[in-house]
């Protein structure tokens, strides 16, 4: 089954399921569904940063400093975030991902719930699932944060550099 033919669930703006539908529906029509982003750090708090492959149904090339997807239909977020952290890394054994806080994203791309979590892993033990990921590096949250407010040439998923925003707010009330 390709990913455009993945049946999800339709929600409501109070995350309620009011329905289903396959992926290239939702996308089409800008139904309202879930997703996880999964933000991944090594043994030394470096923040997993990738380059999606260019056959991504949504912002392909683009750079992310989050792993994630859309919940599969009946799925639920915490079983997601392990599931697609564990895929994209390529990384068996994962600890269940810390659910962090849950938004609704409204921007380029259409909407969708957004459960950010966090979960470490030791760096040797990631290999990227190349479906995925074209390119990987970790880096210090310092250097994450440069190029984020300089851009540098890396054009952001606009959904994660929501995410990694709220991340940061959420930080800062913590």
Request: charged share 30%; with cysteine.
């Given at each position: 089954?390709?990913?455009?033919?993945?049946?999800?669930?339709?929600?409501?703006?109070e995350?309620?399921?009011?329905?289903?539908?396959?992926?290239?529906?939702?996308?089409?029509?800008?139904?309202?569904?879930?997703?996880?982003?999964?933000?991944?750090?090594d043994?030394?708090?470096?923040?997993?940063?990738?380059?999606?492959?260019?056959?991504?149904?949504?912002?392909?090339?683009?750079?992310?400093m989050?792993?994630?997807?859309?919940?599969g239909?009946?799925?639920?977020?915490a079983?997601a975030a392990?599931?697609e952290?564990g895929?994209?890394?390529?990384?068996?054994?994962?600890?269940?991902?810390?659910?962090?806080?849950?938004?609704?994203?409204?921007?380029p791309?259409?909407?969708?719930w957004?459960?950010?979590?966090e979960?470490?892993?030791?760096a040797?033990d990631?290999?990227p699932?190349?479906?995925e990921?074209a390119?990987?590096?970790?880096?210090?949250?310092?250097?994450?944060?440069?190029?984020?407010?300089?851009?540098?040439?890396?054009?952001?998923?606009p959904?994660g550099l929501?995410a990694?925003?709220?991340?940061q707010e959420?930080?800062?009330?913590a």
């Amino acid at each position: 089954m390709s990913a455009a033919d993945e049946v999800l669930d339709v929600v409501d703006r109070e995350d309620r399921v009011v329905g289903q539908a396959r992926r290239a529906e939702v996308y089409a029509e800008g139904l309202i569904h879930r997703c996880v982003f999964v933000l991944a750090r090594d043994e030394r708090g470096r923040v997993f940063v990738h380059r999606r492959t260019d056959s991504k149904l949504v912002f392909p090339s683009y750079y992310d400093m989050f792993v994630g997807g859309v919940l599969g239909a009946g799925e639920g977020y915490a079983e997601a975030a392990l599931r697609e952290a564990g895929e994209e890394l390529g990384v068996t054994g994962l600890p269940e991902p810390e659910p962090l806080f849950k938004f609704l994203y409204e921007g380029p791309g259409g909407a969708w719930w957004s459960y950010v979590h966090e979960v470490r892993c030791a760096a040797a033990d990631v290999r990227p699932q190349v479906s995925e990921v074209a390119w990987h590096t970790f880096l210090p949250e310092e250097e994450l944060e440069r190029r984020v407010e300089e851009g540098g040439g890396w054009s952001w998923v606009p959904d994660g550099l929501e995410a990694y925003r709220r991340l940061q707010e959420f930080r800062r009330r913590a």
